[in-house]
Each structure stands twice: as C-alpha cells, then as structure tokens.
C-alpha cells in the first residue's frame, strides 16, 4: 500500500511558530509550539528521526507527519480512514512504526516511498495496538490497552508473539499502557487499571507484576540509567520510584496535588525525570531531580496543553518533543545537565 504524502509549508497557512518561551530560571526549560495544519487531528507522540525531523501521528485524522523543526515544513502521510494511529517509533534508517489502534495491525511506513507494510495481529483480540518501544536489536515491544495483552514484533520476520497481561488477584482487565526498556532489554509496562508494574522476560515471555500503594494508577514511565522504574499515578497525583531489585516503593507529591493527573513522562541525559500535569489548565511541565529527591521546576504549557499524553526525550538537542490536544507539537529545551548528556 502506498500512502500519499502531502507536503505543507507552515508559513504559508499560519504565523511563523512563536519564539520558546523564555526560562524562569536557570532551572527551567525553554517550551516552543508549532500549530499543526492539520485541525484538531490530536498530533501526538513525537519521535526525532535520524535527519532531525520530528516525526508523529494524527490520531484523530489517520495520519502520519513530520515536522522540520528548522522551517516550520509538515509533510504528511495519508493513512486509511479508521486507521486510529495511536504512537509511532522511529528506526535508526528511518521507517518509521506505528500502532493501528482501530485497525488491529502496526504499520511500517518507508518515508521515502510512501508504502506502507501493515502486519496484523495473529490473534482477533489484539484489535488495538497502543504504545510501541524498541528494545536494542530493533525489534519493537507494544501494549494493547483494551484487549489486555502485551507483545513483541521482530522486524525481520514480521512474527508477533503475545502474552496476556493478568495480573494475580485482579478481577479485571489490567489495561497495559506505557512501556519502556530497561538496559537488559526487558519491557515494562504500566497496568493502568491496576496498582501494579509489570514486566515480561524477553525469554520465556512470563509476566512478572510489582505492586504499588492501594489506589495507585501508573499510566506512562521511564527509566533511569539505573534501571529504576519513575511512574506518574495519574489517580493520586504522586510521582512514584519502583526499585525493581528490592520491589521497594517511593512516592512524591506533584506540586498540584491530588488533582494533578500526570500523564506524560520522560527522562533526561542527566537521569532528571520530567512529566506533565494534565489536570490543571494550563498543563504544566514539571521537572525532579531524583539526587535531592525534590521539585526544581514548573513550567506552564503556552498553548495550556489540553492533554500531554506522551513524551521523548532527544539526546542531540537536550530537549524532550511532545504533542498537545490543543493541535500543536512542542519542544522543552532542557536547562545544562550538570554531567554530560549520554548518546
């Protein structure tokens, strides 16, 4: 399938993208917004690619984009209607992956042709792809919320290998949603409708589960270079550490408090943990620095955000991209890291 790609030059429909904002302080991040041409299609995901574009999906309007942070140019990639592209991934080459959250597949689009692989869930249930990853041969772990499974794709054969996500003692779907890798290539996964973490062995595909304090619902994470597991329970408004050596659990107010529903997060260079609250208007984008174990800063969302739902965090620059319900893609250019920021 070729998917036809439609290129817009930002300038020519909208204002030049406003100048970042400027820091606070010293210790706060430099936000700017692009408005994507594209209205109210939920842009979303943001991943740099190896060309220093920035890659997302339009969830709402099926399709694939990039913009080229340096002019202010989208290109666009038609997907089919009822596609419902939830996250996307980008491979060192450049294909780019994403998740067919309506369609029951992950798609693999070479962006230099336009076609368009779709590999389709071997079992019927798994009709929604959510949060892809890659671990460190490329191959590509995701999550399936509603239909409660976590996988594993291998790019060379295109096989799909499931395992469901139950979680012990639960009576319900545990809906897994954001998932990172750890440096032994094992994925973890936030079981969102649950007060657990899980995590599968790449070799056995056994599901092992941590549980976090009664209440809790961790929906994104991200790890430190430790291999410590950030999570944001997005019911209590705390930042919480999984030490997964010892189970052992930490938890950290949000400066917003119960209502701060943090969704969105992701971790720097200098293993500082950023996220965002999305229960407050403006979104803000918050920083921790895990040594003091404290606050060091809050930044509003310019555009007020909507929802951040998702993040990355982008070595080269020192910036983390993010896509915002209020139409636009960001860029938090991240204050000096106090060591040098690992490639």
């Known amino acids: 399938m070729r998917a036809p790609a439609l290129t817009l030059t930002l300038a020519t429909l909208l204002p030049v993208a406003p100048a970042p904002a400027a820091a606070q302080t010293d210790s706060d991040p430099e936000l700017r917004e692009w408005v994507v041409p594209y209205e109210s299609s939920r842009p979303r995901d943001p991943m740099v690619g190896p060309d220093g574009r920035v890659w997302f999906v339009g969830q709402r309007m099926d399709y694939v984009a990039a913009l080229d942070p340096e002019t202010g140019e989208f290109e666009k990639y038609d997907l089919e209607e009822g596609t ?38 071997p079992d019927a249930r798994v009709r929604d792809p959510h949060t892809l990853t890659f671990d460190s041969h490329g191959d590509v772990w995701f999550t399936a919320q509603q239909a409660n499974f976590i996988g594993k794709l291998w790019k060379e054969t295109g096989d799909v290998r499931l395992v469901e996500a139950r979680v012990p003692d639960v009576g319900r779907s545990s809906r897994p949603y954001g998932i990172v890798m750890d440096s032994q290539d094992r ?27 009664e209440g809790a619902r961790p929906r994104r994470l991200a790890l430190t270079s430790d291999d410590i597991v950030w999570y944001g329970d997005y019911s209590r408004g705390m930042l919480g550490r999984l030490d997964p050596a010892t189970g052992e659990v930490k938890e950290y107010a949000l400066p917003s408090g119960e209502g701060a529903r943090p969704y969105a997060v992701a971790v720097d260079g200098d293993d500082r943990v950023w996220l965002v609250e999305t229960g407050v208007r403006p979104n803000q984008f918050v920083g921790f620095d895990p040594r003091t174990e404290s606050i060091f800063s809050v ?23 993010f896509g915002a319900d209020t139409n636009t893609i960001g860029v938090a250019k991240l204050p000096p890291a106090r060591r040098p920021v690992s490639q």
């Open 84 to 121: 419902g592209p939830h996250n996307l991934i980008v491979s060192g080459d450049g294909t780019i992956y994403y998740a067919g959250n309506r369609a029951t597949h992950i798609g693999v689009l070479d962006p230099e042709s336009g076609e368009i692989e779709k590999v389709m869930m």
């Open 299 to 321: 930044t509003e969302v310019e555009s007020g955000g909507g929802t951040v739902r998702h993040m990355y965090f982008d070595a080269e620059t020192n910036s983390i991209w």
């Open 187 to 213: 994925p973890w996964i936030a079981l969102f409708n649950t007060n657990h973490i899980g995590t599968v062995d790449p070799e056995t595909f056994e599901l092992e589960t941590f549980e976090l304090p």
